[in-house]
């Protein structure tokens, strides 16, 4: 059972296809956490500075933007919000890109498309 699971935990998902947004949206909301999307980086940045979440969840393929450049960006905001713990989310889940998002400062990756259950896992590590 998951509902509840991530009771109160504010999330910001950023993707750039709206269905895996609205899929992750609904999810971590039906497990309690408080989930806010954005579809690119930049919209992103804004979100984050605006709802302080306590987790981001990111693509990395992006247009314009891409995780990791969104990564550095946050990295650069700590002062202002403080350390924010991040999972990478991407179709590109070979060990080479496992070590990469984890140089760029995400604390975990998980390989679209998502396991829902390993996701509430991965979270609950994360931000505990």
Request: charge should be neutral.
């Given at each position: ?8 935990i504010k999330?910001?998902?950023?993707d750039d ?5 609205n899929?992750?949206r ?26 302080r ?5 990111s ?9 990791y ?7 650069e ?38 396991d829902?259950?390993?996701l ?9």
């Open positions: 059972m998951l509902e509840n699971r991530l009771s109160n999330v910001v998902v950023v296809h709206a269905d895996t947004r899929l992750l609904f999810f971590l909301q039906h497990c309690g956490a408080k989930a806010t999307v954005a579809s690119n980086g930049q919209e992103a940045l804004e979100v984050i500075k605006k709802v979440p306590d987790l981001l969840i693509d990395i393929a992006m247009p314009q933007m891409d995780g450049e969104l990564m550095q960006n946050v990295q905001l700590e002062k202002e919000i403080g350390s924010l713990p991040s999972i990478a989310c991407s179709a590109y889940a070979r060990a080479e890109d496992r070590a990469r998002t984890r140089e760029a400062g995400f604390q975990a990756h998980i390989q679209k498309p998502v829902l259950d390993r509430v896992t991965i979270i609950l590590k994360v931000v505990t």
